[in-house]
């Protein structure tokens, strides 16, 4: 498995009844994440990356819910043909009341610029599997991705398998060949990643060679939960493990009502816990994952979009199975066993605030829009225009991409799909929401919905409903999950009870008062932020 898997926690896993019990144990991690340039070949085909450590993934940061965390992200990047100022947001954190560290570019923070540091201090009061990326317009699509685990004490499902540690990691990305800045001339370059391996049709051709593949080791009889997270910047995946079931029991660090199914897709940013038991005759079976045409590039000719299940005894071989699913993911199957019922009225625009989100493409500017508004970065992070005074939507900046939330209430978003560069899956910080209705189907669900923090959102006819509490005062940011879709005008954020966020918040670091000083003066990005939507991508 690539990347270099760091063991954070010191907790010992023991018999926990009570939340008091988890936060007696929790421990305080502290780690570093360095971010450098190196040049790197997951698929054999070499290109300067933007890197957590060096490596790809980064580091995976494990944790027990309940501890509290102090990462300091230290800028070395010194690539001049790719982003050189750099966030880290931790996706699917909620960040209460540490808004100024959920690493959103110029809404919660400055970039950090090349040879200057910043200190990410909060708690994590949530179990799951969550990652991190930079956040800085496409940065992490050159690289800077990695996964978060939080282990759970009082996991409800804990008697239901036998493994779940590093080894049972499973982290889909889609890899280009260029720096992001740079639009793709063909799907070519795109490699799907699963741990950091892959094999790309552009290089096989050239090189005439096969780059390994990631293997997943099993025992025979063994249950394992594998925890399989989408670090993608773009494609779609239909995630398959020849031969074998899957048992969902985690969508995006929320726990499910078990769900059997032979193939799921996954979006940019989502995740899924599922188990898996190794019941199957010792030898080697394929994980697929399948980009969608034409945010990837699909099909398996020579172990594309592939990784090896290996049972212990079987040979050192690709697999060579096949597999047809008659079981899929239907999402309107997924509910949720904690906190199921959504709050407000169990009816369309029940809730205190019912927001209508409308995306639309205009081809005579390239750029999205929302609600007619393009989303364009601020000069000034939204945290501190709020934490300076600037309480109303229509005048914190960006004007038209802020919309007021009152505290302690419910909001419902009517999400309209488009199909221009779709689907786009859409991705909630500082809360999980309930999914009410999904894309795709006519079904709404007021009893027990999946939660979530990333939905796709469907295409030009299709209407996504979702529910979320606001308890979380700050600023959060609400985007398409294609990255370079936020550049492209694909977002907005949520002033959630602005008049109450100096009060909610602890004090930040004293970098933090130091790295907007310091982005001000910062010149060295001007020359490649103004990124446009990548060829053969839809828009």
């Not at 040049?39 to 085909?45: A, K, Q």
């Not at 970039?111 to 969550?130: C, E, L, R």
């Not at 989408?230 to 769900?259: Q, R, V, W």
Request: proline share 8%; with cysteine; net charge negative.
């Amino acid at each position: 498995m690539s990347g270099i898997f760091f063991r954070l926690w010191a907790l010992v896993f023991s018999s926990v009844d009570t939340q008091a019990d988890i936060d007696t144990q929790a421990v305080t991690i502290t780690t570093r994440l360095n971010i450098v340039n190196k040049l790197i070949e997951p698929d054999l085909y070499p290109r300067s990356a933007v890197l957590a450590n060096g490596t790809f993934p980064g580091p995976t940061i494990f944790g027990n819910k309940g501890d509290h965390f102090i990462i300091n992200v230290t800028n070395s990047l010194t690539d001049e043909r790719m982003l050189r100022a750099t966030t880290i947001h931790w996706h699917g954190i909620f960040q209460n009341q540490t808004n100024w560290a959920d690493g959103a570019a110029m809404v919660t923070q400055c970039p950090i610029v090349p040879d200057d540091f910043f200190v990410y201090d909060f708690d994590i009061n949530q179990a799951g599997t969550y990652w991190y990326h930079s956040h800085y317009s496409t940065q992490y699509c050159d690289g800077l991705r990695g996964a978060i685990v939080i282990y759970d004490p009082n996991d409800p499902y804990i008697d239901e398998y036998d493994v779940d540690d590093e080894s049972t990691l499973i982290t889909l990305a889609d890899w280009i060949h260029t720096a992001s800045p740079t639009p793709l001339l063909s799907n070519d370059s795109l490699t799907t990643l699963i741990n950091g391996h892959g094999r790309s049709l552009q290089v096989e051709v050239t090189l005439n060679t096969l780059s390994p593949l990631a293997v997943i080791s099993v025992q025979p009889g063994k249950r394992y939960r594998f925890r399989v997270a989408s670090l993608a910047c773009d494609a779609p995946f239909d995630f398959t493990i020849h031969g074998h079931k899957m048992t969902i029991i985690e969508t995006d660090g929320e726990y499910t009502t078990p769900l059997v199914v032979d193939s799921l897709w996954i979006y940019a940013g989502q995740r899924y816990s599922v188990i898996v038991h190794a019941n199957q005759t010792i030898g080697n079976y394929w994980i697929r994952a399948d980009p969608l045409f034409p945010r990837g590039y699909p099909g398996f000719d020579n172990g594309r979009n592939s990784a090896i299940l290996r049972y212990a005894g079987a040979p050192e071989a690709d697999p060579e199975t096949t597999d047809n699913s008659t079981q899929p993911l239907n999402e309107d199957d997924l509910n949720s066993i904690e906190s199921p019922q959504p709050p407000g009225k169990p009816e369309l625009g029940g809730a205190d605030s019912v927001i209508k989100i409308k995306p639309t493409w205009d081809p005579k500017t390239s750029l999205f829009s929302i609600n007619e508004n393009p989303y364009t970065s601020p000069s000034v992070p939204v945290l501190l225009q709020i934490l300076n005074g600037t309480f109303d939507a229509d005048q914190l900046m960006p004007s038209g991409s802020v919309y007021k939330l009152k505290g302690n209430s419910s909001v419902e978003l009517q999400i309209h799909g488009i199909s221009t560069g779709g689907p786009h899956p859409f991705h909630l910080h500082g809360h999980s929401f309930w999914v009410i209705k999904n894309a795709l189907s006519d079904k709404y669900n007021w009893v027990n919905p999946a939660r979530r923090d990333t939905v796709p959102t469907g295409f030009d006819t299709n209407l996504t409903v979702i529910r979320f509490f606001t308890d979380n005062s700050g600023p959060w940011f609400f985007h398409c999950h294609i990255d370079w879709h936020i550049p492209l005008g694909l977002a907005i954020v949520f002033a959630e009870d602005s008049k109450g966020t100096s009060a909610h918040l602890k004090p930040p670091p004293p970098s933090y008062d130091e790295i907007c000083p310091a982005f001000s003066k910062y010149t060295g990005d001007l020359a490649i932020l103004n990124i446009t939507e990548p060829q053969g991508h839809g828009a």
